[in-house]
């Protein structure tokens, strides 16, 4: 800002900082890669001299940005409506490249440059020309050429100087609104979000361009009443608090009358615009202070390494994650990249970190397959649903009477006897099914007859590898005169086992048991009648015998007789 400017000195008094909002409000603004680590590394810092040029005329350096190819300082011409310079160093040599003078962008007061859109943004600060009330000037980041104005106001007030937030794609606004010198935080279409805070007047008469540095603004303030003591403010846009201002020390190449414009570089390196006391020249100093970065982390239906802000250039960071039960890591990005999660199945290192990077994990619920059963004459498991790489057992069992017929798994038959009462599927990937169907075991007929008792019922049906007991008892008075098993008499009768009952064990074909019983007196009854028999015939015996022996007497004495 030129020196010579005529702005009315502003109260000397602190002004009583805006109540804070409630602290539950959320600010999208977001770390950028290398944020400074702390506000304290301004403390101690050596700023370096780095390159220099002479502006002609009435010019004078106001603001300052870089692109991803260059560094690009503005400079006032002084004079409405005659064009300006913009002045163009390479980003990584500061060598010069070349001039633009085309138009005039008012006072130039601050300027950002938008990596999304590839365009500079400049901030008028006041403006003379009726049109540019309001109004922000948009470049091509590459020609350095006017594109566009946007208004972000009625006229009323104009933006002092701007900043472009990479990691939320949201601006921050300094105004002259009252001279008060609000930041503002506007979304990437200029509409307007929330009023952060004021900045702290009492270390700085005006207020020139600033940069973000993740939570931090870096503010190069103008001090009137103490032009040989250039400082630095820092602010923190989560506390929406000024923490403090620090000196800037920049030793050669003469004195700084005033720090115009500031940004930040790659890893670390914070650049300074400056113009030199006493004369026309212009210098861009850089020093280098410890960043950090932030690993953004998110994870769908799971678990994570919470996001941490505050990892250190060089470190080692790493993420785990882990799922849900009965999910599984579907898909994992780094950086927006899609990652092979076979490579990292719970875990992702990021090794020498240098820039600010984020992971997102998501876990999907494990898919679940029908395991369909069906039985015939039997009972078996109930159909269900079994996640992929579970094991399952499906039981069956027959009713009674019955057997294995057929076992179907899949609509295949397999070897019923080897799976006659289970089947397991293992490690399931797919749908699976199971139908079984039993058979009614083959029966045969055990028929039975009796004599003089009692007998077990003929029974048509008695299940093969079944035990089978006839049991059998006498009338009254009748005892075990026989027993025929299968055709097979039997006339010496166990009495422990087959007295009363005869089992056929493991039943494997039909029988026929037959029973006799007699009268347990008969014995006696055909003793007695014998012996009854015996008396008659002894006495005709003998009568027959009497009557022989009568004739042989007879026939003996006619014979003596005759002799005689």
Request: glycine share 6%; proline share 3%.
């Given at each position: 800002?030129?020196?010579?400017?005529?702005?009315?000195?502003?109260?000397?008094?602190?002004?009583?900082?805006?109540?804070?909002?409630?602290?539950?409000?959320?600010?999208?603004?977001?770390?950028?890669?290398?944020?400074?680590?702390n506000?304290?590394?301004?403390?101690?810092?050596?700023?370096?001299?780095?390159?220099?040029?002479?502006?002609?005329g009435k010019?004078?350096?106001?603001?300052?940005?870089?692109?991803?190819?260059?560094?690009?300082?503005?400079?006032?011409?002084?004079?409405?409506?005659?064009?300006?310079?913009?002045?163009?160093?390479?980003?990584?040599?500061?060598?010069?490249?070349?001039?633009?003078?085309?138009?005039?962008?008012?006072?130039?007061?601050?300027?950002?440059?938008?990596?999304?859109?590839?365009?500079?943004?400049?901030?008028?600060?006041?403006s003379?020309?009726?049109?540019?009330?309001?109004?922000?000037?948009?470049?091509?980041?590459?020609?350095l050429?006017?594109?566009?104005?946007?208004?972000?106001?009625?006229g009323?007030?104009?933006?002092?100087?701007?900043?472009?937030?990479?990691?939320?794609?949201?601006?921050?606004?300094?105004?002259?609104?009252?001279?008060?010198?609000?930041?503002?935080?506007?979304?990437?279409?200029?509409?307007?979000?929330?009023?952060?805070?004021?900045?702290?007047?009492?270390?700085?008469?005006?207020?020139?361009?600033?940069?973000?540095?993740?939570?931090?603004?870096?503010?190069?303030?103008?001090?009137?009443?103490?032009?040989?003591?250039?400082?630095?403010?820092?602010?923190?846009?989560?506390?929406?608090?000024?923490?403090?201002?620090?000196?800037?020390?920049?030793?050669?190449a003469?004195?700084?009358?005033?720090?115009?414009?500031?940004?930040?570089s790659?890893?670390?390196?914070?650049?300074?615009?400056?113009?030199?006391?006493?004369?026309?020249?212009?210098?861009?100093?850089?020093?280098?202070?410890?960043?950090?970065?932030?690993?953004?982390?998110?994870?769908e239906?799971?678990?994570?390494?919470?996001?941490?802000?505050?990892?250190?250039?060089?470190?080692?960071?790493?993420?785990?994650?882990?799922?849900?039960?009965?999910?599984?890591?579907?898909?994992?990005?780094?950086?927006g990249?899609?990652?092979?999660?076979?490579?990292?199945?719970?875990?992702?290192?990021?090794?020498?970190?240098?820039?600010?990077?984020?992971?997102?994990?998501?876990?999907?619920?494990?898919?679940?397959?029908?395991?369909?059963?069906?039985?015939?004459?039997?009972?078996?498991?109930?159909?269900?649903?079994?996640?992929?790489?579970?094991?399952?057992?499906?039981?069956?069992?027959?009713?009674?009477?019955?057997?294995?017929?057929?076992?179907?798994?899949?609509?295949?038959?397999?070897?019923?006897?080897?799976?006659?009462?289970?089947?397991?599927f293992?490690?399931?990937?797919?749908?699976?099914?199971?139908?079984?169907?039993?058979?009614?075991?083959?029966?045969f007929?055990?028929?039975?007859?009796?004599?003089?008792?009692?007998?077990?019922?003929?029974?048509?049906?008695?299940?093969?590898?079944?035990?089978?007991?006839?049991?059998?008892?006498?009338?009254?008075?009748?005892?075990?005169?026989?027993?025929?098993?299968?055709?097979?008499?039997?006339?010496?009768?166990?009495?422990?086992?087959?007295?009363?009952?005869?089992?056929?064990?493991?039943?494997?074909k039909?029988?026929?048991?037959?029973?006799?019983?007699?009268?347990?007196?008969?014995?006696?009854?055909?003793?007695?009648?014998?012996?009854?028999?015996?008396?008659?015939m002894?006495?005709?015996?003998?009568?027959?015998?009497?009557?022989?022996?009568?004739?042989?007497?007879?026939?003996?004495?006619?014979?003596?007789?005759?002799?005689?």
């Amino acid at each position: 800002m030129k020196r010579h400017n005529s702005y009315k000195n502003l109260s000397a008094a602190v002004l009583i900082w805006i109540v804070f909002l409630c602290l539950s409000m959320y600010f999208a603004v977001t770390v950028k890669a290398d944020q400074i680590k702390n506000a304290d590394v301004f403390a101690n810092s050596q700023w370096n001299y780095v390159t220099e040029w002479t502006v002609e005329g009435k010019d004078w350096l106001q603001s300052m940005c870089e692109t991803d190819k260059y560094v690009v300082c503005y400079q006032d011409s002084n004079k409405k409506g005659q064009a300006d310079v913009i002045t163009v160093f390479d980003r990584w040599s500061y060598e010069f490249l070349f001039e633009v003078r085309e138009m005039d962008y008012e006072h130039g007061n601050g300027m950002t440059y938008n990596s999304q859109t590839n365009e500079i943004y400049i901030a008028p600060y006041n403006s003379v020309i009726e049109e540019n009330k309001g109004a922000i000037f948009v470049l091509d980041a590459d020609s350095l050429k006017f594109k566009r104005r946007i208004y972000i106001s009625d006229g009323s007030w104009n933006a002092a100087s701007i900043e472009y937030v990479d990691g939320s794609n949201q601006f921050v606004i300094q105004t002259t609104r009252q001279r008060n010198y609000e930041f503002l935080l506007y979304d990437s279409e200029f509409n307007y979000i929330d009023t952060l805070f004021e900045g702290n007047q009492s270390l700085g008469n005006l207020f020139q361009d600033f940069c973000v540095s993740g939570d931090f603004i870096i503010s190069v303030p103008w001090m009137r009443d103490d032009p040989d003591n250039p400082r630095l403010q820092l602010y923190s846009i989560s506390q929406r608090a000024y923490l403090g201002s620090y000196s800037v020390y920049a030793p050669g190449a003469g004195a700084i009358y005033e720090l115009e414009s500031i940004c930040q570089s790659d890893a670390g390196e914070i650049v300074l615009a400056v113009a030199m006391s006493g004369t026309k020249r212009m210098a861009l100093y850089n020093t280098y202070v410890p960043i950090i970065y932030t690993v953004t982390t998110s994870a769908e239906n799971g678990e994570i390494t919470p996001t941490r802000g505050d990892v250190d250039m060089g470190m080692d960071y790493k993420v785990e994650y882990s799922c849900t039960e009965d999910y599984e890591l579907k898909q994992l990005q780094v950086d927006g990249q899609e990652i092979d999660i076979k490579e990292y199945p719970d875990s992702y290192t990021f090794g020498n970190i240098q820039n600010d990077h984020s992971i997102w994990v998501r876990f999907t619920e494990i898919p679940k397959f029908d395991i369909l059963t069906a039985v015939t004459n039997g009972t078996i498991d109930a159909s269900q649903l079994i996640r992929r790489d579970e094991d399952v057992t499906i039981h069956y069992e027959p009713d009674l009477h019955y057997e294995i017929d057929k076992v179907m798994v899949d609509g295949e038959e397999v070897d019923g006897e080897k799976y006659k009462n289970q089947y397991t599927f293992e490690f399931i990937q797919g749908p699976h099914s199971v139908e079984v169907s039993f058979k009614e075991i083959p029966s045969f007929v055990v028929s039975t007859q009796v004599y003089n008792g009692e007998i077990t019922a003929t029974n048509p049906k008695v299940y093969r590898d079944e035990n089978y007991t006839v049991s059998y008892k006498p009338k009254k008075d009748y005892q075990m005169a026989y027993m025929k098993v299968d055709g097979e008499w039997f006339t010496t009768v166990d009495t422990e086992k087959t007295l009363n009952s005869y089992t056929f064990e493991n039943m494997q074909k039909g029988h026929d048991v037959v029973v006799v019983y007699q009268w347990k007196y008969l014995p006696f009854v055909i003793l007695a009648g014998a012996f009854g028999a015996c008396i008659p015939m002894s006495m005709i015996y003998l009568t027959v015998v009497r009557i022989r022996n009568k004739r042989k007497y007879r026939k003996h004495k006619m014979k003596e007789s005759m002799k005689r």
